[in-house]
């Protein structure tokens, strides 16, 4: 597999230089193109930033130009194809969770709602359903809420008495339940907390029915699994919604065994709308597999396996990020350790021999140190693995300049600004909020920052809400006014980088899109405006119109 990456790399290389030339020259041009798009493309190749149409053969592009410069390519069999707005090299998203997407499609969705809101969707959903048939929903999130405090299970079994319910949070890191799933979990005021999770509790010691972290797994595991049909069921309706998003690739983060297999099998039968670079799950029998079978690069790059996720702490919401200090308001917390330092030098060791590339999803401080000290472990082969941080939320200053010193890329999701604008500074306190979210400081030390967003564990899985955040620092609301500590925005060029090479680059792919370029594969994304010249705040209003994955059109609107 690694002669194979290899291979690759030199092909692109050598494509790389064809592009030169064909720039330079404008040869009489002798292979016909399948199509030819015409509109206008920003390419964001430097040598040749702009064109007005782009011939594609075999999935990847031919040439770049005027209509004029690529008649040449015009074959009996060629098409043409009008780009509606501005087409942009494909548009990624650096951390998805698509089962979750998937999953969230077929929940209740509670983001941005009143605590009232919420009460009234469940009750009406149980109406609907049988009784004991479980309520699932997602994306509440206390800060919309007065007082924003954890919610009760005597709230829910008030809305639904005979139907077990479970809600997660926005982040993913903690739910809501009844008392209903509670019984069915078997969990009473006896239950203890388990390592790296917590059952928050009444005075009495009862669980108050929010639960944190590890201890949600407890919860979970009394939820019916789904099967392996509605899994792909879930899969199929989120890439669908990826490439509405004009999403062209995405990288999924913490995927295990079954979901690689439904992948497989969505690419063999030609069915996969974009490409997919899978973060395997770093722990268990996902892990054990793929460190013994070694990486996967399948359908020409379209699905490839070489990276491993894991979670070293929880989310800043939930209080389980891993701070230096304990909380501004829990003086008593830290946060909490998802994995320990001898479990993550051993898999970064074994994942470095074996040609895997490690995802650490790291939030606090303390969690982005630990990650940083194992990935050092490894000594000068560091910079060449491009390991990650996910997250990378709370940056010590003296950390600050380790991610560009050692190659660490930092995987961000700049839509979390609006979460944490809402209760960040509870957590950290006034002098440690400068230390959050710092995109533009590690842009500036020099570290690559991949955007992504997150979700279904944040506000907005839209790419045009990733480029309004990291430009504005406000969130998919439009919230705050001003942007969240303003020094941190980017501008839309950096921030375009972040959505399109930058993925790339943290996916070993940066020869290959990224840009337009001739060689590169055929990967662009059309929006209704240039974001180059759209206003800051107008960026929010801007909506895709086509999606095109390998010359093919998968979406238009
Ligand atoms: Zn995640």
Redesign the pocket.
């Known amino acids: 597999m690694i002669k194979a990456f290899a291979v690759g790399t030199a092909r692109a290389l050598a494509l790389a230089a064809t592009v030169t030339w064909a720039f330079a020259c404008a040869p009489p041009a002798t292979e016909p193109a399948d199509t030819i798009f015409v509109g206008q493309f920003l390419t964001l190749a430097p040598e040749h930033p702009t064109a007005s149409a782009l011939a594609v053969r075999g999935g990847r592009i031919l040439a770049v130009g005027t209509d004029a410069e690529l008649a040449g390519h015009v074959g009996p069999a060629t098409t043409r194809v009008a780009v509606p707005g501005v087409a942009l090299p494909g548009l990624a998203d650096a951390?998805v969770?698509a089962l979750g997407l998937g999953a969230q499609l077929e929940m209740l969705d509670l983001r941005g709602l009143a605590k009232a809101e919420i009460l009234s969707r469940v009750e009406a959903l149980a109406r609907e359903s049988a009784p004991g048939e479980w309520i699932q929903g997602r994306g509440w999130d206390q800060g919309f809420w007065t007082p924003a405090e954890f919610p009760t299970a005597a709230e829910l079994d008030r809305a639904a008495p005979n139907h077990p319910v479970i809600l997660t949070r926005i982040d993913?890191h903690s739910v809501w339940v009844n008392s209903s799933a509670l019984r069915k979990a078997g969990v009473t005021r006896a239950t203890r907390d388990p390592e790296g999770g917590r059952f928050l509790r009444l005075p009495d010691g009862t669980p108050s029915g929010t639960v944190v972290d590890n201890a949600v797994d407890l919860v979970t595991a009394a939820v019916p699994t789904p099967t392996p049909a509605q899994n792909e069921r879930r899969l199929k309706a989120a890439l669908q919604q990826y490439v509405r998003w004009g999403l062209t690739s995405v990288h999924d983060?913490?995927v295990g065994l079954e979901t690689i297999g439904i992948y497989k099998a969505l690419l063999a039968r030609g069915e996969l709308p974009l490409r997919v670079y899978v973060m395997a799950s770093g722990t268990g029998a996902t892990a054990e597999h793929y460190l013994t079978a070694g990486p996967e690069r399948l359908g020409d790059g379209r699905l490839v396996v070489r990276s491993f996720k894991v979670l070293l702490d929880g989310a800043l919401g939930s209080r389980g990020a891993q701070l230096l200090a304990p909380y501004s308001d829990a003086p008593d917390q830290s946060g909490l350790m998802l994995m320990q330092d001898e479990d993550l030098r051993q898999l970064v060791s074994r994942a470095a021999a074996r040609g895997f590339q490690v995802n650490a999803?790291a939030i606090g401080d303390r969690a982005i140190r630990r990650a940083l000290d194992a990935f050092e472990s490894l000594g000068p082969s560091l910079a060449d693995r491009r390991f990650r941080i996910?997250h990378v939320s709370i940056v010590h200053d003296d950390d600050l300049p380790r991610l560009a010193t050692l190659g660490v890329i930092a995987s961000m999701q700049p839509n979390f600004v609006g979460e944490y604008s809402r209760w960040a500074v509870d957590r950290v306190g006034a002098a440690r909020i400068r230390t959050v979210y710092r995109t533009a400081d590690l842009l500036e030390s020099g570290a690559i920052v991949a955007a992504g967003t997150?979700y279904p564990?944040a506000d907005s899985g839209d790419p045009i809400v990733t480029l309004f955040s990291m430009v504005t620092r406000k969130g998919a609301d439009g919230a705050p006014e001003g942007g969240w500590y303003p020094d941190q925005m980017v501008s839309v060029s950096d921030t375009l980088r972040a959505m399109t090479w930058a993925p790339a680059y943290a996916a070993f792919e940066e020869q290959e899109r990224g840009a337009l370029t001739p060689g590169r594969l055929a990967d662009f994304t059309a929006v209704s405006g240039d974001p180059t010249t759209t206003a800051p705040d107008h960026l929010r209003s801007l909506r895709t119109r086509m999606t095109v994955v390998g010359g093919r059109v998968v979406f238009r609107r």
Do not use: Q, S, Y
Request: a negative charge; proline letters at 0%; hydrophobic letters at 20%.
């Open positions: 951390h969770h993913g983060a913490g999803h996910e997150d564990a």
